[in-house]
């Protein structure tokens, strides 16, 4: 599986952005799918993810800010980001999951207070 993010880049809090990946496979439909971000100096932390049948599970520090979709037909999963907060500034990275785990290379996103 190899999973391609995009989306990322400036933007000034309170605002909106929306981050996509795109997965190679022809089982996407079967894989749980996540973003999960790093911050400098911190760890890898889960953001968001969706399971195969749509069920989801966020981060506490996103709640009620961010929306992780799919869209099986297109093999790509999004995560819409709105009310961003400078705490935010990390790099994201797009994860799959069967029986394996799979890496996206990351996308920055960068909230300037």
């Known amino acids: 599986v190899q999973l391609q993010a995009s989306g990322g880049g400036l933007v000034q809090a309170g605002g909106s952005v929306r981050l996509s990946c795109a997965a190679s496979?022809?089982?996407?439909?079967?894989?749980?799918m996540g973003w999960f971000r790093q911050a400098p100096g911190k760890e890898r932390e889960l953001v968001a993810e969706i399971g195969s049948g749509g069920i989801t599970n966020y981060a506490d520090s996103v709640k009620g800010r961010f929306t992780i979709s799919r869209d099986n037909d297109k093999n790509t999963v999004y995560l819409q980001m709105h009310s961003l907060k400078p705490e935010d500034t990390a790099i994201y990275y797009c994860?799959?999951?069967?029986?394996?785990?799979?890496w996206g290379q990351g996308t920055l996103v960068t909230v300037s207070s």
């Open positions: 496979g022809r089982t996407f439909s079967s894989y749980t």
């Open positions: 994860h799959a999951k069967d029986l394996w785990d799979y």
